[in-house]
């Protein structure tokens, strides 16, 4: 096989991101997000609740205030470092540059004392940098320069006040200079350790990663789905990375980079190569014949204008029946042009595959795009399944999704589900098919082989 890192002239949208921290959110480049996001919740709580308590003292609270709102950006940064979503991170990463170009406004500078607040414009965007990356343009070029733009312009004095009535006391000045330059260096060299870690480790594995995919290190699993009785149905192709020094590696750890680099079109082909021998091998069995095997598809291999061909290569290839074969699509790629991407669902429906929609609920597709697309079966996010045990608004929500998937002609099957009283709810909403750890861990083809025979006997 030959491996290509060629990237598409379409950047992956952010969206995509937003996937993989959803989809993997144990990964090396999502924790270290986190860290990010905890790094510059803790810095603006502390600044803001130092220096508000400082200008209360002084008798200034219109300067206090402005220090009490960059707190409170903290604490939504914290909060979002829990369980981020994009979104909120633009808004965060937007509302940090306002204050700073607010406070920097009105650090008016004195003889012996210049403006200093400016110099977290450094840290914000080399944090920017970081988190967004080149998978978003605007946030993560346009932003970034933006930022040091503005650290340029205030540090000249070509922006800001030279006299203000909101300026702060000049008995704290020399201070919170010393303050500035200390703490923004040190959130600068932070952030620089964190990318620089970030960055050999990637480059390392994703050269690892292209001799795994070439040396056949790539080891895919099966967890089984059942219907109604409880009989498989079918199972989920799961890829592990079996390393030669490492061990097994979970998909955590390796496909967000594969995402990233580009390197999942190869990935998700021999994924798909594995999966189609299976279906060939079942194929001779009477109590085989008749399984599914479903395989999960990137945004980024749907972007590849050879992905309907590739497809076709390999079913014709190993002989499987294309009939057994279903493909995941999240709903991410539907960020995409949704008309290239029906074009490419109806081009292999053709040929008989089917089609599900991964991790329903979580992304953006209205409605009206999902009934124009050629898909067999919805599949329920476990975050649905989980929170309709605690919440009787999510318990409707869950029941309303499964009733749109009846009307719209779809299975309805759930992801995770770990309890007998999952099942017994979900089957009472009129769900058809289950997936989860009830009914087994991913496993070895062996293993998932003989579980369907002792079903069938």
């Not at 502390?46 to 709102?69: D, H, K, M, Q, T």
């Not at 040190?186 to 050269?207: G, H």
Request: glycine share 6%; proline share 4%; with cysteine.
């Amino acid at each position: 096989m030959t491996i290509s890192t060629h990237q598409s002239d379409e950047a992956l949208p952010w969206q995509g991101n937003a996937w993989l921290a959803h989809k993997f959110p144990h990964s090396d480049k999502t924790v270290k997000i986190r860290r990010i996001l905890l790094l510059a919740g803790v810095s603006c709580i502390l600044l803001g609740v130092f220096w508000a308590s400082c200008y209360i003292y002084f008798e200034r609270p219109e300067l206090a205030a402005i220090y009490v709102v960059l707190a409170l950006i903290g604490i939504s940064a914290i909060i979002c470092s829990r369980r981020y979503k994009y979104r909120v991170l633009v808004g965060i990463a937007h509302a940090i540059m306002l204050m700073v170009v607010l406070i920097s406004a009105i650090d008016v500078p004195l003889n012996g004392v210049s403006r200093s607040a400016y110099v977290y414009f450094l840290p914000l965007a080399a944090g920017a940098i970081f988190v967004f990356g080149q998978g978003n343009f605007y946030m993560g070029t346009l932003f970034p320069i933006l930022c040091l733009g503005l650290f340029v312009l205030f540090g000249v004095g070509a922006a800001g006040f030279t006299e203000s009535d909101f300026a702060p006391p000049e008995a704290v000045r020399f201070l919170g200079a010393i303050a500035n330059f200390s703490i923004a260096s040190l959130l600068m060299a932070c952030v620089l350790v964190i990318y620089r870690n970030d960055m050999n480790a990637r480059i390392s594995l994703a050269r690892e990663l292209v001799h795994a995919i070439t040396d056949r290190q790539l080891l895919v699993l099966y967890q089984p789905q059942v219907g109604m009785d409880g009989k498989p149905t079918g199972a989920e192709a799961l890829v592990r990375w079996q390393h030669p020094s490492r061990g097994l590696l979970s998909p955590d750890q390796f496909i967000p980079l594969a995402e990233e680099s580009f390197l999942i079109r190869e990935l998700g082909l021999e994924v798909l190569r594995q999966a189609c021998e299976l279906l060939s091998k079942w194929a001779e069995d009477p109590v085989l014949a008749t399984k599914i095997v479903a395989v999960n598809v990137s945004p980024v291999q749907l972007q590849d204008a050879g992905f309907v061909s590739s497809v076709r290569q390999v079913l014709a290839a190993t002989g499987a029946n294309p009939a057994r074969l279903e493909l995941e699509l999240t709903e991410s790629a539907l960020c995409m042009d949704v008309d290239q991407v029906r074009e490419k669902m109806q081009a292999l429906q053709a040929n008989g595959v089917r089609w599900a929609l991964d991790d329903f609920g979580t992304g953006f597709s209205s409605l009206a795009v999902l009934q124009s697309l050629p898909v067999q079966k919805l599949k329920i996010d476990r975050q649905f399944v989980e929170s309709a045990a605690e919440s009787e608004s999510a318990k409707l929500l869950l029941a309303k999704i499964i009733e749109i998937a009846d009307v719209m002609g779809m299975t309805a099957i759930a992801e995770g589900i770990e309890t007998r009283q999952q099942r017994d709810m979900l089957a009472q909403f009129g769900c058809r098919e289950f997936q989860g750890f009830l009914y087994g861990r991913p496993q070895p083809v062996a293993a998932l082989e003989s579980m369907m025979r002792v079903a069938v006997s």
